[in-house]
């Protein structure tokens, strides 16, 4: 009876020593497979390490060509016109007639004010003498001579108005396409045509006002015309004295040299405009940008962990942006594989 009951109790513990051998054994598997599975993988990502650098800053900006003068041809006087002296499209010089307007009535005004003009005068000099004769008071020759120079006047402004029938180039260009024939009765409200001074040319853009402090005349720009990709130069010339409210922008003008004819005014230009060298700038790819809500950000590599900063930009060149505040030299910049970061993110990181 001792010894079934001692393999009894033996064969229980040993039943219950089975099982708790299992519970420990499945309590461990447990904790290791939630461990591994705890255990963050490593991201894959690139970057750079920030150097200082010189940098010429240059902004580039969109503007236009603009004629250096520009005027449409009208006639102060209404009239047929006569005659028409220039040929479309040519180049014609300051002061040369363009055209002719009939004339012939105001000549008849002309030759009947200048008849009683000399009549007056006449009378004039015939009030004078008896004037210092005393045959005649000197209110009476005022009115004589007053008559004179009435007369006098109106003649002058009849020849006036004869001059204005010859309508002259006001400066030296070219002629555009003309809008009129002979015969045509002109009137002030008729655009003759256009006559455009190409050289030099007006190149007028805006920059922002954050520039405006860094500006000068006499600068040099560089431009390039839409549908070119050669290189054209001008010089800063004038700048507006305010800044426009509206848009927050400084307009600035340049004129630059036309002698080849390759440039047209209307035409879209982009214009490159050097500004102050920065000896020890930072500069970025533009890829490593993250635009946010209150500006932008970049990840940074720190203990092997990515890391989110703030940064204030300036310049954008074609593949960098110029940094002001948030990098220093030697951060490790994190530049591909970025948008599903989050700090704290493991990383490793391979340095282009």
């Known amino acids: 009876m001792k010894v079934k009951t001692i393999l009894f109790t033996l064969l229980i513990l040993s039943f219950l020593g089975l ?21 963050k993988p ?11 650098e010189k940098f010429s800053n240059i902004i580039s900006v969109s ?14 006087v209404s009239g047929i016109v006569e005659k028409i002296s220039f040929l479309e499209g040519t180049n014609v010089n300051k002061g040369q007639i363009l055209l002719k307007v009939n004339d012939s009535e105001l000549r008849a005004q002309l030759a009947q004010a200048i008849t009683k003009q000399n009549l007056a005068r006449e009378n004039e000099r015939r009030a004078k003498l008896l004037l210092e004769k005393e045959a ?10 007053a008559e004179y120079r009435s007369l006098q006047s109106q003649t002058q402004l009849i020849q006036a108005q004869i001059a ?38 007006k190149i007028t853009f805006s920059i922002p006002e954050k520039y405006s402090s860094e500006i000068k005349t006499n600068t040099e720009i560089i431009f390039t015309v839409s549908g070119s990709t050669q290189n054209f130069k001008a010089v800063i010339y004038a700048i507006e004295p305010s800044v426009d ?38 500069l970025i790819p533009t890829e490593a940008i993250i635009p946010i809500q209150n500006g932008k950000k970049v990840f940074i590599s720190e203990k092997g962990k990515a890391k989110e900063i703030l940064v204030e930009t300036d310049t954008r060149t074609e593949k960098s942006i110029l940094i002001l505040n948030g990098l220093k030299a030697g951060d490790t910049l994190l530049t591909s594989g970025i948008m599903g970061l989050k700090p704290e993110t493991p990383l490793n990181v391979t340095i282009q």
């Open 19 to 39: 099982i708790g051998y299992r519970i420990l054994s499945n309590s461990s598997t447990n904790n290791k497979a939630k461990n591994e599975n705890t255990k």
């Open 42 to 52: 490593l991201s894959q990502v690139k970057g750079i390490i920030v150097k200082e």
């Open 136 to 145: 005649i008071s000197q209110e009476e020759y005022d009115i004589a001579s």
């Open 245 to 282: 409210i509206n848009t927050r922008t400084l307009l600035v003008r340049a004129k630059a040299e036309n002698n080849e004819g390759k440039l047209f005014p209307g035409t879209y230009t982009n214009v490159k405009l050097p500004l102050s060298e920065i000896e020890n700038a930072i």
């Open 63 to 76: 503007g236009s060509i603009e004629a250096n003068e520009q005027v449409e041809i009208r006639s102060e």
């Open 164 to 201: 204005k029938t010859s309508i002259k180039a006001p400066f030296s260009g070219k002629i555009g396409l003309r809008n009129i024939s002979p015969g045509t009765y002109l009137t002030p409200t008729t655009i003759v045509t256009n006559l455009v001074n190409l050289n030099p040319l």
